[in-house]
């Protein structure tokens, strides 16, 4: 099978009380709330063992308490380039709070003050694209909402603040791949209980 064939599973953290609340979580280390814990146990009940030739998460809590619970955590190897967007001054508030002292305020188009530029998270997640690609099968990704949307639009080669246009819910499943040459996505956004397995 070429690399051609190969595809990325992105696999978004479960909810933590912040991203319940709607609060910026970058670099805050929180624990998944029991329902978070549920949903990541469900992704592994899911998946029931699918291998991967590589599976990578973030060091934050509630990346790797998510791959633990789907049961890859004995496989993981822990890369900061897959931590969440470093929000800065904004860590822990609300947009629609910033948008009260900033009206009309996008964390795509505005971004943070004192924390990274959309374009410093690409180029952490173009380091994990080439990662991936070099890994010689299908490759799991364990990591956060705004980061994995990022490397998605770069994995399609778009550019990093494409990423503002795919939602993606906490525990949430989606695959990156191809079609004949063509980078795809696979499927998007998908609940861990209706995920197609696809053992290929």
Request: with cysteine.
């Amino acid at each position: 099978m070429t690399a051609r064939h190969h595809q990325i599973w992105l696999f978004r953290h479960g909810e933590t009380e912040w991203s319940r609340s709607g609060q910026h979580t970058g670099r805050t280390d929180l624990p998944l709330t029991a329902a978070g814990r549920r949903r990541a146990q469900a992704i592994g009940r899911r998946l029931s063992g699918r291998p991967f030739a590589l599976v990578l998460s973030s060091p934050l809590l509630r990346a790797l308490e998510t791959c633990r619970l789907a049961g890859y955590g004995d496989l993981a190897e822990i890369t900061p380039d897959l931590m969440e967007w470093d929000y800065g001054a904004y860590e822990g508030r609300r947009t629609v709070d910033i948008q009260q002292e900033r009206p009309g305020w996008s964390l795509w188009r505005d971004g943070v003050p004192d924390g990274e530029t959309v374009e410093q998270v690409g180029a952490r997640t173009r380091e994990v694209i080439e990662t991936a690609q070099a890994a010689g099968g299908d490759v799991a990704l364990f990591a956060h909402g705004h980061v994995l949307r990022v490397l998605s639009a770069c994995w399609l080669g778009l550019p990093p603040d494409a990423g503002r246009l795919f939602a993606l819910g906490t525990a949430a499943v989606s695959v990156l791949g191809y079609e004949h040459d063509t980078r795809v996505i696979v499927k998007w956004n998908q609940d861990s209980h209706l995920v197609d397995v696809g053992q290929r």
